[in-house]
């Protein structure tokens, strides 16, 4: 157990949760690892388009002084987290903990061309830059150094026989990852998505890497698999919270904050958990309403302004947040499983309080 | 040692050469695995798309009757073969084989995309049938389930040690052939490539997986590094016979056989190897020509009979087939300094002869 472990901050249940210093605690060898499993861009111009999704570097290669928000490395932080918590090496996580992010990374990179965005963390995309076919190759190379960065743990000490059980989990979790973001362009063509849909396919989208990184840090700290499973079912919970309040923020977050305009997912006619809430509860004219709105090519501000007052008639933000809350304690009932140390288990609180809560 | 292997067809070097039976003899064990490697299409409609692909049904899902030409299945073929040929057992093989045809196809099916390729195998491409974004998805699920393939070979005796060794090979070389695939994309928007450039290229865009092919198939045969070397160096020879053989058919095959109608490369702008020798061997006003017909966005009958003209004229065909025929002495030499035996040995000069000179 590392130094500053205990001085992290608890927040209360009532303020706004701040980012718990496990992300800031881990931030440093997660970002030296993924840099290590890069090659330099001087190899190769497709590096360069790698280098500036990560932030790392600006549209011509440059370093940049004060490099833009890489997001918070949600992935790598749970995996390196589940391994310190259970008292494992957090030297051996590394690998995985990069390769977790590198696949994220390939997933955004080909979202962004699947879904025609032209901005992400206030840039503009890889695809936006050099073309959706350059795109689609800079996303398979992030995919591919993600498995390599993996199948090479061995340089940390981890089996063959390890090394082998995490690349299969990381892989079939990529997988369903995978087979989440179809059912997603899926349902943009159909109107009937039940709640109960929408849930199952975040589980594939935004769960299955968050469960793989909370089990892959678990079996690289211990070969118990009641540890590992249990690390899975508290990430199966936790990526429910996370993409749930994700929603949320994406119609109701401000826009300083999130990077991400109020209403925005409205405006990107995203069928959000709040959408497909509305669409499920609304009634009559108004659900007609929804329906001819979200039929339209594009969405005027004042469409916009109409759904909102659905999502509004209908309480979807309450229910949105209720369910968040309801995932968060399935979270950590969850965890009540397995033995954890004092300062992992006051951690776990302030994780989930943040993802449950959090503002950005 | 199977039977039939000795009774091999040896073509003449003056006619047409015909399939080597390797092919044939394997070809049933690479589908039955092939197919053992992906889930059935009840579970999901994205299996469709990739069972589609791979010839076994049509767009609806339904089993064909006649399965179309899934191509020669050439990367499954050569591993298998390499690992026959070093006396190792073919089963512990079959991952891998069906691990390297799911990655290649992984390449044709975001190729497709890239190219903007409406038609493979006289059938619409996936892309062009189900859109450009669950082309992209399907070509990622391809990937991955080549991944889990080889991931679990631990079911037919392969150790985590070889395994893991052998899936850093596919890894490796996957992203060989995807910088490959960018450096063709950057190739498109340039003039002044080489030759030598344009070799470079291939070796990763089509030599990658090749070669790696033969050398995990040797990997799986045996420890001795030297021999997996010497298959390494050999399928990098054979990958250039086979693409600058390609290449040569894209411009004059018969398209009968070929399933690509004659002069289909230069009416498509692709700068293969012929065009690429044509740009660097013409000068003066022919050159002019070419560069002009090249800056067109799209080509006539006319262009095309000039741009046939001019290779005609710097002597495009013969110099392809004199590299193809130089490449393929390398690969029979690179293959010298193993022990192989006879049948073998045969095979291989049958496999080189056929590569460097089939009509199909």
């Known amino acids: 157990?590392?130094?500053?472990?205990?001085?992290?901050?608890?927040?209360?249940?009532?303020?706004?949760?701040?980012?718990?210093?496990?992300?800031?605690?881990?931030?440093?060898?997660?970002?030296?690892?993924?840099?290590?499993?890069?090659?330099?861009?001087?190899d190769s111009s497709l590096y360069t388009l790698l280098r500036y999704h990560m932030g790392w570097t600006d549209r011509y290669g440059r370093a940049v002084a004060a490099p833009v928000s890489q997001g918070k490395a949600l992935r790598p932080t749970l995996c390196l987290f589940a391994c310190e918590a259970l008292d494992g090496d957090l030297t051996r996580?590394?690998?995985?903990?990069?390769?977790l992010e590198l696949i994220h990374n390939f997933s955004l990179v080909h979202d962004d061309i699947q879904d025609r965005d032209v901005e992400r963390r206030h840039q503009p995309t890889v695809w936006h830059l050099w073309g959706a076919a350059k795109g689609l190759v800079a996303g398979n190379t992030m995919q591919g150094l993600g498995d390599l960065s993996l199948l090479n743990a061995a340089r940390m000490g981890v089996s063959p026989e390890t090394t082998l059980k995490v690349s299969q989990l990381l892989t079939e979790s990529c997988l369903e990852m995978i087979q989440g973001q179809c059912l997603d362009l899926e349902f943009e063509a159909?109107?009937?998505?039940?709640?109960?849909?929408?849930?199952?396919?975040?589980?594939?989208?935004?769960?299955?890497?968050?469960?793989?990184?909370?089990?892959?840090?678990?079996?690289?700290?211990?070969?118990?698999?009641?540890?590992?499973q249990t690390f899975a079912r508290f990430g199966s919970c936790l990526g429910r919270v996370f993409q749930i309040r994700d929603d949320y923020l994406g119609?109701?977050?401000?826009?300083?904050?999130t990077?991400?305009?109020?209403?925005?997912?409205?405006?990107?006619?995203?069928?959000?958990?709040?959408?497909?809430?509305?669409?499920?509860?609304?009634t009559g004219r108004v659900r007609e309403d929804l329906l001819q709105i979200y039929s339209q090519p594009s969405?005027?501000?004042?469409?916009?302004?109409?759904?909102?007052?659905?999502?509004d008639e209908v309480g979807a933000a309450a229910y949105a947040q209720q369910l968040t809350e309801e995932s968060a304690r399935q979270a950590l009932q969850a965890l009540e499983e397995v033995h954890l140390?004092?300062?992992?288990?006051?951690?776990?609180?302030?994780?989930?309080?943040?993802?449950?809560?959090?503002?950005y």
Chains 1, 2 share one sequence.
Request: charged share 25%.
């Open 341 to 359: 140390p004092d300062w992992a288990r006051a951690e776990v609180d302030e994780l989930v309080d943040f993802l449950a809560r959090r503002e």
């Open 299 to 311: 969405l005027d501000e004042e469409d916009v302004a109409r759904v909102l007052a659905v999502l």
């Open 190 to 228: 159909r109107t009937s998505i039940t709640t109960w849909d929408y849930l199952e396919m975040i589980a594939c989208k935004t769960g299955a890497l968050i469960r793989s990184g909370l089990e892959m840090g678990a079996l690289l700290a211990t070969d118990d698999p009641a540890s590992s």
């Open 93 to 99: 996580a590394l690998p995985a903990a990069a390769a």
């Open 1 to 42: 157990m590392g130094n500053g472990k205990m001085g992290s901050h608890t927040a209360s249940r009532t303020s706004t949760p701040v980012l718990p210093a496990m992300f800031g605690r881990y931030k440093a060898r997660v970002e030296q690892e993924l840099s290590h499993s890069m090659p330099s861009a001087q």
């Open 259 to 282: 990077g991400k305009s109020t209403g925005n997912d409205i405006r990107r006619r995203k069928k959000s958990f709040p959408v497909v809430f509305a669409l499920e509860r609304a």
């Open 251 to 257: 119609i109701w977050g401000d826009e300083a904050t």
